[in-house]
């Protein structure tokens, strides 16, 4: 179920402190795992050990197994991979986009240039903090620490739809949709190249060994976790084509990678390409066209659309669909406006 979920990682390697315990000297000897068990608010025996086994407790600097017996005046630290504040979760009174919302579950039109959750380097302003500030109590993901509500995700200049849980019954059941690909979702994005026909990309999606932002599509099952995109054109703008996109999987950057992959980047996605005019003549006054369709649209162009699911309590098949946001029916009006001039010509 978490591997459907997919939260990208900061790439560092640095390892951060959580929480330090120095044993008392009058401390009988005791298993770690339990003596964890009741310094550690909230978590359970199983999680601990889990920590243990990742080699994130450490006792005095050296890493232990969960059998250890903790002694007086042992110094006792739980390390890892980001920082304390990334678990924790500050109100903010920000604007959302509710599409609807009931007593389980509400779905939000994400804005492009929000951040799904905090994390490394993005602690403020995120849907999270939205979340927590209009809605109390809402459910977490094993494993999914400071991500209430949340079953999936979409990047942060990715616009659209996302369902948010608000109870344990909604995330349960619809983390289970997730993870057995009955979720329905349609994405649109603007890709370079004329695609001439519809078709499937496939793969194995891990990040690149040259740059850890950037997911790769590998044929090795060994480098990356399966992963399935349908694609269909909608229509053919010359030099840019505008697709939708129907996910099997969930993984991170997947359509973004996937269309890499097959020549057809994302427009304006810097990360992968698709800033740089890929296709088209080399007159100034196309590339003076290109530019200002990037100013239109800062960011890669890709909307989720769509959204299906079928209602945890009401077992109700559910869709939603949304517009397309200015900034991306802007440039895709320029591109439709170009092309009959062109035609004219």
């Given at each position: 179920?978490?591997?459907?979920?997919?939260?990208?990682?900061?790439?560092?390697?640095?390892?951060?402190?959580?929480?330090?315990?120095?044993?008392?000297?009058?401390?009988?000897?005791?298993?770690?795992?339990?003596?964890?068990?009741?310094?550690?608010?909230?978590?359970?025996?199983?999680?601990?050990?889990?920590?243990?086994?990742?080699?994130?407790?450490?006792?005095?600097?050296?890493?232990?197994?969960?059998?250890?017996?903790?002694?007086?005046?042992?110094?006792?630290?739980?390390?890892?991979?980001?920082?304390?504040?990334?678990?924790?979760?500050?109100?903010?009174?920000?604007?959302?986009?509710?599409?609807?919302?009931?007593?389980?579950?509400?779905?939000?039109?994400?804005?492009?240039?929000?951040?799904?959750?905090?994390?490394?380097?993005?602690?403020?302003?995120?849907l999270v903090n939205a979340l927590v500030y209009h809605f109390n109590q809402l459910p977490q993901?094993?494993?999914?620490?400071?991500?209430?509500?949340?079953?999936?995700?979409?990047?942060?200049?990715?616009?659209?739809?996302l369902v948010v849980a608000k109870n344990e019954w909604a995330i349960t059941h619809l983390a289970?949709?997730?993870?057995?690909?009955?979720?329905?979702?349609?994405?649109?994005?603007?890709?370079?190249?004329?695609?001439?026909?519809?078709?499937?990309?496939?793969?194995?999606?891990?990040?690149?060994?040259?740059?850890?932002?950037?997911?790769?599509?590998?044929?090795?099952?060994?480098?990356?976790?399966?992963?399935?995109?349908?694609?269909?054109?909608?229509?053919?703008?010359?030099?840019?084509?505008?697709?939708?996109?129907?996910?099997?999987?969930?993984?991170?950057?997947?359509?973004?990678?996937?269309?890499?992959?097959?020549?057809?980047?994302?427009?304006?996605d810097a990360l992968y390409g698709g800033d740089k005019i890929l296709k088209g003549t080399v007159?100034?006054?196309?590339?003076?066209?290109?530019?200002?369709?990037?100013?239109?649209?800062?960011?890669?162009?890709?909307?989720?659309?769509?959204?299906?699911?079928?209602?945890?309590?009401?077992?109700?098949?559910?869709?939603?669909?949304?517009?397309?946001?200015?900034?991306?029916?802007?440039?895709?009006?320029?591109?439709?406006?170009?092309?009959?001039?062109?035609?004219?010509?």
């Open positions: 179920m978490i591997e459907e979920f997919d939260i990208e990682d900061s790439g560092e390697q640095d390892l951060f402190e959580h929480l330090r315990v120095v044993v008392d000297k009058g401390q009988a000897l005791l298993r770690i795992d339990k003596f964890l068990m009741h310094r550690i608010e909230n978590a359970s025996r199983n999680r601990i050990q889990n920590a243990i086994e990742a080699e994130s407790v450490l006792v005095n600097q050296k890493a232990v197994k969960s059998s250890y017996k903790v002694k007086p005046f042992d110094v006792i630290t739980v390390v890892l991979p980001h920082p304390p504040r990334d678990t924790e979760i500050y109100p903010e009174n920000i604007p959302l986009k509710l599409m609807y919302e009931d007593d389980d579950l509400l779905v939000v039109n994400k804005v492009a240039g929000m951040v799904v959750h905090p994390g490394y380097n993005n602690y403020t302003g995120t993901l094993p494993g999914n620490d400071g991500r209430p509500g949340l079953v999936h995700r979409i990047d942060k200049d990715t616009s659209g739809l289970k949709q997730f993870y057995d690909h009955s979720i329905h979702r349609k994405y649109w994005a603007l890709v370079w190249g004329d695609v001439v026909e519809d078709g499937t990309v496939t793969g194995y999606i891990g990040r690149s060994l040259k740059d850890r932002r950037v997911m790769t599509v590998y044929e090795n099952e060994e480098k990356g976790k399966w992963s399935v995109t349908h694609y269909k054109v909608l229509e053919r703008l010359g030099y840019v084509s505008l697709i939708e996109c129907q996910l099997e999987t969930g993984r991170t950057h997947q359509i973004r990678a996937h269309m890499q992959s097959i020549g057809h980047p994302l427009f304006n007159f100034s006054k196309y590339r003076q066209f290109v530019d200002n369709c990037f100013a239109l649209l800062p960011r890669q162009a890709l909307h989720a659309k769509s959204l299906g699911f079928i209602h945890p309590r009401t077992k109700a098949f559910m869709s939603f669909e949304t517009e397309l946001p200015d900034d991306f029916k802007a440039c895709l009006e320029k591109w439709q406006t170009y092309v009959q001039y062109e035609r004219k010509d």
